[in-house]
């Protein structure tokens, strides 16, 4: 398989986006935020879903970067920053739109009840496989589904 390289520059891409980091997993020591780049970037352990369909057992995880640009601000609910080796799972990236402009709030939906709310001036996001891949025995379930 070769790496991983999205960018999202609307809704929609960041919903693709959202779909391949479905599941990843990483610690608050891999959020980094830097206010005079304005720029937000986590280093998680994606499971590698367009994989995952072909396969029956021997699931994937690859080292990602996760990176948005033009953010104003950060919130988060539900995450001890100083707790730095808490382990979080992301659910879902998604986007709400502040009114007629392409400026907004992009929340990164965690497990549990913590999630990380962006001010952005629009959307643009990268996501890139950074590091080798390993294999996991198990894939990600989700009641209901």
């Known amino acids: 398989m070769t790496d991983l390289k999205l960018v999202a520059l609307d809704d929609e891409d960041l919903g693709v986006l959202s779909a391949h980091m479905q599941d990843s997993v990483f610690k608050v020591a891999d959020i980094a935020w830097s206010p005079r780049d304005a720029q937000f970037s986590i280093g998680a352990n994606r499971f ?59 929340e990164i939906a965690l497990s549990g009840t913590a999630s990380i709310a962006l001010d952005v001036e629009c959307i643009e996001a990268q996501l890139a496989d950074i590091g080798g891949a390993w294999e996991t025995a198990s894939k990600p379930r989700h009641p209901g589904a």
Do not use: C, H
């Not at 990602?64 to 659910?91: M, P, T, Y």
């Open 48 to 106: 590698v879903w367009e994989e995952a369909a072909r396969k029956r057992k021997g699931f994937e995880r690859r080292r990602a970067a996760l990176v948005f640009k033009r953010v104003l601000a950060v919130r988060s609910v539900g995450i001890d920053r100083k707790n730095r080796e808490e382990v979080l799972s992301l659910l879902a990236v998604r986007f709400a739109q502040k009114g007629e402009g392409p400026d907004g709030t992009i």
